[in-house]
Antibody, heavy 119, light 107 residues
Framework: EVQLVESGGGVVRPGGSLRLSCAAS????????LSWVRQAPGKGLEWVSG????????GYADSVKGRFTISRDNAKNSLYLQMNSLRAEDTALYHC????????????WGQGTLVTVSS | DIQMTQSPSAMSASVGDRVTITCRAS??????LAWFQQKPGKVPKRLIY???TLQSGVPSRFSGSGSGTEFTLTISSLQPEDFATYYC?????????FGQGTKVEIK
């Protein structure tokens, strides 16, 4: 069974940093690209960042470019999102998602970890 | 970056109605378009990928069409369990973009 379990969320002040982690199991981790998708309370889905199987291809939404860094450790079956210079508008539930292949959409979603940016 | 314009943002419909939701891409994305359904408190569920391929286990009343810049999700006969919010996603490389969502409510 595919499982994606996020951790690392919490409350942080504007300008602060957080590092999200996603522990994956139930599939061959380095066969799949992965992404982070967020959803602010009561709002729609927003794709944040994606990474291919070996980290050689990475993309970011304009809203986070230069502030967030995605990475993965295939030896640990883990995905990460380093978030710096956090803003109130980054407040959201952050989901780790598995893309079903290169140039393919997500097929599995984690339940998410909540990030709240507030003074 | 590619922008996705989804319409309508909300709609009211009755059980048995035919429902159509549209997504327009700001530039051509071939058939790199997926549709998701999200119910309150749940993670999104993939309904359609490659613009028109039905995800395994999804009822055949759901269908997708389009290519290039215009895409459509159709529910042929709305059922009570279909009341939810629907999103399109373009996955033609990075960055990816979701549509704004369409909330389908009971009339």
């Amino acid at each position: 069974e595919v499982q994606l379990v996020e951790s690392g969320g919490g409350v942080v002040r504007p300008g602060g940093s957080l590092r999200l982690s996603c522990a994956a199991s139930g599939f061959t981790f380095d066969d799949y690209p992965l992404s982070w998708v967020r959803q602010a309370p009561g709002k729609g889905l927003e794709w944040v960042s994606g990474i291919n199987w070996n980290g050689g291809t990475i993309g970011y939404a304009d809203s986070v470019k230069g502030r967030f860094t995605i990475s993965r450790d295939n030896a640990k079956n883990s995905l990460y999102l380093q978030m710096n210079s956090l803003r109130a508008e980054d407040t959201a539930l952050y989901h780790c998602v598995r893309d079903s292949g290169t140039y393919s959409p997500p097929d599995y979603w984690g339940q998410g970890t909540l990030v709240t940016v507030s003074s | 970056d590619i922008q996705m314009t989804q319409s309508p943002s909300a709609m009211s419909a009755s059980v048995g109605d035919r429902v159509t939701i549209t997504c327009r891409a700001s530039q051509g994305i071939a058939n790199y378009l997926a549709w998701f359904q999200q119910k309150p408190g749940k993670v999104p569920k993939r309904l359609i990928y490659a613009a028109s391929t039905l995800q395994s286990g999804v009822p055949s009343r759901f269908s997708g069409s389009g290519s290039g810049t215009e895409f459509t999700l159709t529910i042929s006969s709305l059922q009570p369990e279909d009341f939810a919010t629907y999103y399109c996603l373009q996955h033609n490389g990075y960055p990816r973009t979701f549509g704004q969502g369409t909330k389908v409510e009971i009339k």
